[in-house]
């Protein structure tokens, strides 16, 4: 099988400011100041071209932060990412500029992301005709109600027609036709043999969707392997994490923040 | 050195999408109001106005005011063919100074020609200052002041100010992504140089009010100084103000080189990381 992506100990820290005299004191010494969280620990694993990967986890455990990894979109600390052709991130926040019309912001975005002048012009009636919003396409975003907004934003991005794709909770928008268009188009990418990536909260959506899991558990990967496998573990996990009392459930979390702190 | 060549390369192969997106810019910010664009020439008209009100006549400067080599002009004349490069410099350098962290959000891609960013921004000013530009120059035509081959110096200094803002622009950018306080130092710095750079007042004031030799040259380290002046010879048919102002040229060029070079560094060492300071 060949790799497309390729993680290899990654770790993304964020600095901890309690007051921003500690930031310049920060930018100033050459060590560096003050505490740091490792939003990611040592992040390693490989997927292949394909394959349709779930990333599964709590809520603070750095899903987003390993998307935007992923998608270039920020750096990591250390550690290094390899990634075989494009990659491309589905968020929710489309990043719309309000005061333009819809089509401006086709052309905008598409600028943004890169495309020369003949790909946009090719590329916008596709995208009008996805987001299938009809004559508000020339009104200002300002006016769109924001279903209209999601369904324009995904419609972009949809059509970025990267190689790799990291979508993140970006299948909760529109309606349920539409959430089955986007569906109908993963699948699409998918048999293209594309790498997907794919975060949500909705199991059965994982379940469905994707055949292999990355389990991340704080910062760190807990499990990798086929969802089949992962799945019943994490579910495990969840069950054992909500019958903890209040005060079990508070030292715990109190344990793994604490271990994801370091000094500088 | 290397720096520098690297961020020219960029701007050069970005330039559609530099066009594209000042366009944009410019649209997004004037679609709001039901006067549009003519927002661009009311603001700065009201601005002269006042100015002449207060400085021409009520503070009484009735008499002419020397430009270069000699050739003098009425006040208003005076005021409004050197104000316009403040009115191009000022937004420039305080949209230029916001450019990067207040965009970042809205580019999904860190491989985006980020260096592009300041450079749009100021093009988006730039095509405002050109529309202010020629309606300065047609006022003139009502004025002794008629069009000239000293005109041709104007798409020199124009160019002169393009390189000077892009140069700051790029260091400032940087420097207020990293801690924002650096933009508002510049506002007030921006504040400050208004009154200290020739733009309501001739530099021959200063040996009136009995000021030192050695505060005029101070003033002069200030390249709107340069530009302001340049402005004016052109417009009014004053001089060759960059030849005959040869060593001032030398330094104005030398300024913009050195903050080019300093800022194309700075600008390559932290951009990769202008996500993190946010």
Known sequence: ?264 | MKSAWKVIREQMKSLYLIRRLSLYELKSENTNNYLGMAWVVINPLIQILIYWLVFGEILGRSSKIPVDNAVEAPYIVWLISGIIVWFFVQPSIIQGSKSIYSRIRFIAKMNFPMSAIPSYVILEKFYQHLMITGIVIVILQFTEFKISIYMIQLPYFMFAALAFLFSVSLVTSTFSTIVRDVHQVLISLMRMLFYLTPFLWEPARLADAGLPDFFQKVLLMNPMYYLVQGYRSALLGASWYGIDHIGYTAYFWGFVLVTLLFGSFVHLKFRDHFVDYL
């Open chain 1, 1 to 264: 099988m060949e790799k497309s992506v390729i993680v290899k100990n990654v770790s993304k820290k964020y600095k901890m400011y309690a007051k921003n005299s500690e930031k310049i004191l920060d930018l100033i010494s050459p060590k560096g100041y003050g505490k740091s969280f490792y939003a990611l620990h040592d992040i390693s694993f490989e997927a292949n071209k394909g394959d349709v990967i779930g990333i599964i986890g709590v809520n603070g455990s750095g899903k987003s932060t390993l998307s935007n990894i992923i998608a270039g979109i920020i750096p990591p600390t250390s550690g290094s990412v390899e990634i075989k052709g494009e990659a491309a991130l589905i968020a929710i926040q489309s990043g719309l500029k309000k005061e333009l019309t819809g089509r401006e912001n086709i052309e905008l975005k598409c600028l943004m992301l890169g495309f020369d002048k003949k790909q946009i012009i090719e590329l916008t009636p596709q995208i009008i005709d996805f987001a299938d919003i009809g004559d508000f396409i020339d009104q200002p975003v300002k006016t769109y109600s924001s279903g209209m907004r999601s369904r324009l934003g995904f419609a972009i991005s949809i059509h970025i027609d990267p190689d790799i794709l990291v979508i993140d909770e970006a299948l909760s928008v529109g309606d349920q036709t539409f959430a089955d268009k986007c569906l109908d188009k993963m699948n699409e990418f998918k048999e293209k043999g594309k790498t997907i990536f794919f975060i949500s909260h909705s199991i059965s959506q994982m379940k469905k969707f994707c055949e292999k899991a990355l389990w991340v558990q704080y910062g760190h990967v807990e499990q990798y392997g086929l969802m089949s496998e992962v799945m019943p573990e994490y579910e495990a996990f969840i069950k054992k994490y909500k019958k903890m009392t209040k005060k079990e459930k508070k030292a715990f979390q109190e344990n793994v923040r604490k271990s994801r702190i370091v000094n500088a």
